[in-house]
């Protein structure tokens, strides 16, 4: 089973969770609930993968808290 890691925000403008994988190119998508958002990117990630893996362009490391002052 391979894990894909998911960056979700949620935009202010419309209220939808919108979601992507960073390095994995066309893996994103947006929905009204997390769950809903979750189902949406493993149906985007599942059709990329349909022709082999594809190359990460990038690879996800982690996420870091920048503090001014």
């Known amino acids: 089973m391979k894990h894909y890691t998911a960056v979700v925000e949620r935009d ?3 209220g939808l ?3 992507y994988v960073p390095g994995l190119s066309g893996a994103h ?3 009204e609930t997390l769950d809903e958002l979750n189902r949406n990117l493993k149906e985007v990630i599942a059709m990329l993968l349909k022709d082999g893996e ?3 362009e ?3 490391v982690g996420i870091q808290t920048v503090q001014l002052g």
């Open 54 to 56: 594809p190359a990460m």
């Open 17 to 19: 969770y919108v979601g």
């Open 58 to 60: 990038t690879e996800f």
């Open 12 to 14: 202010p403008a419309t």
């Open 29 to 31: 998508s947006q929905a």
